[in-house]
């Protein structure tokens, strides 16, 4: 039992880890943490931005900052002695004699209730199946498997109706941020209190891959493409192809009953632009309905609307989207 703040190592990437950190920051400051120093892997050229969010944050608070070697930290070690590791969003396995060091724990933030979504893709999962309950779990860092760990806090979290990624993203990144802050400030009570995991419940939420983005209006009915689309869009925006072209759909919708009866019926994939219905929205027909689709990327063009879209293409009766390849 430490008589002082603990002093932690915080392993992280992304905009959730910029969260979870922002508010340890605070703890800090607050005199919750004595020290607080911020670990993230190195830049990656092939990216449009080369360098992770958590590093630009960490430079503009100006918080010492350390770059991981790249793929694996077998071997490495710590700059200095920490109380504490946390990772969130780090995207390395920690080896066990890397969390061995830390004589109170290293701690991880989940986006799941634990072992629900085991994975790296736990958010995506819950919009993917229709969850009405989410939460975010505190754990410790198994020596063995990722998100395998004895489980210190949990919060449950209501969904609220058709959910979108990035919203659900910012509202268990700010509640994993609390509920780290008060694991740490009564730590020797949730660590006594921590319990495995039930090995009878345990899913995984796999990584989203690029293929998962493409399109089959041929089989895809409504609320599969919109739930597909709130789940990975804001990542990765779903493709299909037109004029043997690759275009990203973006900002999708469903139209209202009023629009649809003023919309033909017809065969999936096609295109329909009609600024009496909607000026700025292109629909189109999915294996059982039309779905609307407010802005458009065609392979090596700029973002357009719906009308900019059928401007530029002159949209025809037999134009329509193909499957993505």
Request: with cysteine.
């Amino acid at each position: 039992m430490l008589k002082r703040p603990p002093s932690a190592l915080f392993f992280g990437s992304d905009e959730f880890s910029v969260i979870c950190c922002n508010r340890l920051l605070k703890a800090t400051r607050d005199g919750i943490l004595s020290r607080l120093e911020i670990v993230t892997p190195p830049d990656n050229p092939r990216t449009k931005v080369p360098e992770v969010p958590l590093k630009a944050f960490a430079r503009k608070y100006d918080i010492p900052l350390h770059i991981a070697p790249p793929k694996s930290l077998v071997g490495w070690t710590p700059p200095s002695q920490f109380d504490l590791g946390v990772v969130v969003s780090f995207g390395y396995f920690l080896p066990a004699s890397l969390i061995r060091s830390f004589p109170l724990a290293a701690l991880n933030v989940h986006p799941s209730l634990l072992p629900r979504y085991r994975g790296a893709a736990p958010i995506q999962h819950t919009i993917l199946n229709g969850d009405t309950e989410t939460g975010v779990s505190i754990m410790e860092l198994h020596e063995e498997k990722f998100d395998a760990g004895r489980i210190y806090h949990q919060s449950k979290m209501s969904i609220g109706r058709l959910p979108f990624y990035k919203d659900l993203h910012d509202q268990l990144a700010t509640q994993g941020a609390e509920d780290l802050v008060t694991t740490i400030s009564n730590f020797d009570e949730y660590k006594i209190k921590a319990w495995a995991q039930d090995l009878t419940q345990v899913s995984h939420a796999r990584k989203i891959s690029k293929t998962m983005a493409a399109v089959n209006f041929q089989t895809m009915d409504q609320q599969s493409l919109f739930t597909l689309h709130r789940a990975i869009g804001y990542k990765i925006p779903l493709y299909c192809q037109f004029r043997e072209k690759r275009v990203q759909l973006h900002d999708l919708c469903i139209p209202t009953t009023d629009l649809v009866q003023f919309l033909p019926q017809s065969d999936p994939g096609t295109i329909v632009y009609n600024k009496n219905v909607d000026i700025d929205t292109i629909f189109v027909m999915c294996a059982d309905t039309w779905i609307g689709v407010k802005t458009v990327k065609v392979q090596g063009k700029r973002e357009q609307n719906g009308a900019g879209f059928n401007n530029g293409y002159q949209l025809g009766s037999t134009d329509r989207f193909d499957t993505g390849e």
